[in-house]
């Protein structure tokens, strides 16, 4: 699949997504129509590991899209235990890991406990992360593994029920804005109506005003730079990369947001454990959404390794992720 097989790559990267670890039975999902394997998503992050570390070139980092530990061990008391868990499995490679934050994450921390935490990885990477918001609520920065290509990590919970104390302007707001679309009491329900409403539930969130000026100054930079950027988040922002329950709230606005950049290249983000892809063709961008550990069964895999080159990234995935070739715009 990979044209030129002996130039090597200038670097590698690992990705994997919705690994939802729980040291409990397996179950299923919220509408009881799909298996998940809550303990073997443990068993999957060890193969993942394996296949990285016996890789003829070893990746550099690992981009981990969010829910990392499922919202059940909450319930359980188990939060912290599991989180150790799953870190150490991370830890048994010196690769640095990247941690992207998804509603499981909010689940079992506040966003003030996970900015202290190790899911914080501007406090515990190894490559200084730079260029976060100004304001430090919001979990974003980039990094550049390589001369000419940046990495962006978004907070697509910037904008969220979850993990807001309910007194707070934020919560207020977010609870305004799910209510123009959403009359359920249950909030985890999907509008009645059908389409792209359906995305307006309590599991997604969206990107604040500040954050989305953030970005821009950033693809600003880089397109001056003549940069290759990556955004990484855990909701996907596509509509046709994903099933529209899984669509950031205000898509719209971060996909304007891309289009008015030429550095962009690539958008990956997890959340939709089906996967997804595409790629539109007046921009070029790459829009991936990575299938989900946590509804592999035992004896599949999971995960990817990225080889990226001057002028295209090659994903070799393993398991239920498809391989691709992301040529560059």
């Known amino acids: 699949m990979d044209d ?44 993942a590991h394996d296949g990285w570390s016996e890789a003829a070139v070893k990746p ?3 981009l981990q899209l969010g829910d990392v530990i499922d919202g059940f061990n909450k319930g359980l008391g188990a939060s912290e235990r599991a989180l150790d868990t799953v870190l150490r499995e991370f830890s048994s490679s010196p690769v640095e890991v990247h941690h992207v934050w998804g509603n499981h994450e909010f689940y079992n921390f506040s966003r003030s406990a996970l900015l202290r935490s190790k899911l914080n990885s501007t406090l515990h990477a190894a490559r200084s992360p730079s260029g976060a918001p100004a304001n430090s609520d919001i979990y974003a920065y980039t990094f550049s593994p390589f001369p000419g290509f940046t990495f962006v990590v978004l907070d697509a919970y910037d904008v969220s029920l979850l993990g807001r104390e309910e007194c707070s302007e934020e919560y207020v707001n977010a609870m305004n804005w799910i209510k123009e679309y959403n009359g359920n009491d249950d909030l985890n329900c999907p509008p009645v109506l059908e389409g792209l409403q359906q995305r307006f539930t309590m599991f997604n969130g969206g990107f604040s005003k500040d954050q989305l000026d953030w970005l821009h100054s950033v693809l600003s ?26 669509l950031a709230w ?31 063709e007046d921009t070029g961008v790459h829009y991936l959404t990575l299938e989900g550990v946590i509804e ?15 002028d295209r990234m090659v994903l070799k995935g393993r398991g239920r992720v498809t391989d691709r070739v992301l040529m560059f715009p």
Request: aromatic share 12%; charged share 20%; proline share 8%.
């Open 4 to 47: 030129c097989p002996q130039q090597p790559p200038l670097f590698t990267f690992g990705v994997i997504a919705d690994i939802q670890y729980a040291d409990i039975d397996d179950g299923y999902n919220y509408t009881r129509t799909r298996k998940r394997y809550y303990r073997s998503a443990l068993q999957l992050l060890r193969n």
């Open 250 to 280: 205000n898509y719209d606005e971060l996909l304007a947001v891309i289009r008015s950049h030429g550095c962009v290249v690539c958008y990956m983000a997890g959340h939709d454990h089906d996967g997804g892809y595409y790629r539109p």
């Open 296 to 310: 592999t069964p035992p004896d599949g895999d999971a995960f990817g390794t990225v080889s990226v080159y001057k």
């Open 60 to 62: 550099e980092f690992i």
């Open 221 to 246: 930079s880089a397109d001056e730079k003549r940069e290759r950027v990556t955004i990484v988040s855990h909701l996907p922002v596509h509509p046709y990369s994903t099933a529209p329950i899984c």
